[in-house]
């Protein structure tokens, strides 16, 4: 929702209405209502199917898949469901959430509600609990990583696929683990 | 803060006034307000000394020490300034946070500025920023899988020091990391 993250960075969150969101997006407040419950929503949207989708991912991977390997194949899932949309808001979301304790807060929790997914998923093919909230919080710093890369607005032509940058994240993460010990 | 926790485990944080927990705490309302900016405030306090310690203990590690090494010394600084009553109100917060949205993105938050804390230190000593990042969420988990297994009520004697849970999370999060790939 291009319209209320540009408020969000213009005037602040909490100086900003629902009514000024659905005016700028050209929607009436009963159609802003029916998409989302509050404003804070806007901004949460999408992420039950961010982890639904890294889930997916994981639990489809091969039965001998490694750990990071079902990690992965989770990031290429949701990298095949991302569209210029999803993109275009990276910064914008990001310049909204960093001006925002409140919106800091429920970012933090999104990546909580990532990492517990990826470890659920993982459990569920036989990884152990440890190694399975490893290889989770390794996913979401890859798709962070990645994310960021990706959206990044410096980009002057098409960046190509979300995948191909948080796989090169997860494959540095990969190498770095090799070297903390 | 203990009647503070005891009041939000039975009756909901939502539901909990400040008049209240001073009553329960045999704190005049007055006297709640000169420690406390507000009722959030009381599951937040420490949240800054534990950043802190992290912090000072990778930055005294050895110049030559490896990241997680230097993670572990983090760790071991926190578990020195740890008391009983650290340790018992383990569980009364982790029944608050588990019972309230809010608290649960207070609590997310909490960890993303431990492991920025970390990270920071880590990058300080010459660590590159991704390789800072996982041995900072390494540290992260290590401390959580530790802090749980230390606060335990289970334990029907003195369960030592939080270092030596934390530390051996640590060593199994790292055997792990062997093991994803």
Same mark, same amino acid.
Request: aromatic share 6%; glycine share 8%; net charge negative.
């Given at each position: 929702?291009?319209?209320?993250?540009?408020?969000?960075?213009?005037?602040?969150?909490?100086?900003?209405?629902?009514?000024?969101?659905?005016?700028?997006?050209?929607?009436?407040?009963?159609?802003?209502?029916?998409?989302?419950?509050?404003?804070?929503?806007?901004?949460?949207?999408?992420?039950?199917?961010?982890?639904?989708?890294?889930?997916?991912?994981?639990?489809?991977?091969?039965?001998?898949?490694?750990?990071?390997?079902?990690?992965?194949?989770?990031?290429?899932?949701?990298?095949?469901?991302?569209?210029?949309?999803?993109?275009?808001? $990276?910064?914008?979301?990001?310049? &909204?959430? +960093? %001006?925002?304790? @409140? #919106?800091?807060?429920? =970012? !933090?929790?999104?990546?909580?509600?990532?990492?517990?997914?990826?470890?659920?998923?993982?459990?569920?093919?036989?990884?152990?609990?440890?190694?399975?909230?490893?290889?989770?919080?390794?996913?979401?710093?890859?798709?962070?990583?990645?994310?960021?890369?990706?959206?990044?607005?410096?980009?002057?032509?098409?960046? $190509?696929?979300?995948?191909?940058? &948080?796989? +090169? %994240?997860?494959? @540095? #993460?990969?190498?770095? =683990? !090799?070297?903390?010990?």
């Amino acid at each position: 929702m291009l319209a209320a993250l540009d408020l969000f960075a213009e005037q602040g969150y909490d100086a900003t209405t629902v009514a000024e969101i659905a005016a700028k997006a050209g929607l009436t407040k009963s159609t802003f209502f029916r998409h989302f419950a509050d404003k804070r929503e806007v901004l949460v949207a999408g992420q039950e199917t961010l982890s639904r989708l890294l889930s997916e991912g994981i639990e489809a991977a091969p039965a001998d898949a490694k750990p990071l390997d079902a990690v992965a194949a989770g990031l290429r899932r949701v990298s095949d469901a991302m569209t210029p949309f999803n993109r275009e808001i $990276g910064p914008r979301l990001h310049a &909204a959430v +960093a %001006a925002n304790r @409140e #919106l800091q807060e429920r =970012s !933090a929790l999104k990546s909580v509600g990532m990492a517990e997914a990826m470890a659920e998923a993982l459990r569920g093919r036989g990884t152990g609990d440890v190694p399975a909230q490893l290889a989770a919080e390794l996913g979401v710093l890859a798709f962070k990583i990645g994310y960021g890369q990706w959206s990044d607005p410096a980009h002057d032509s098409d960046p $190509g696929e979300l995948a191909t940058y &948080a796989l +090169a %994240a997860l494959d @540095e #993460l990969r190498a770095a =683990s !090799a070297e903390l010990r």
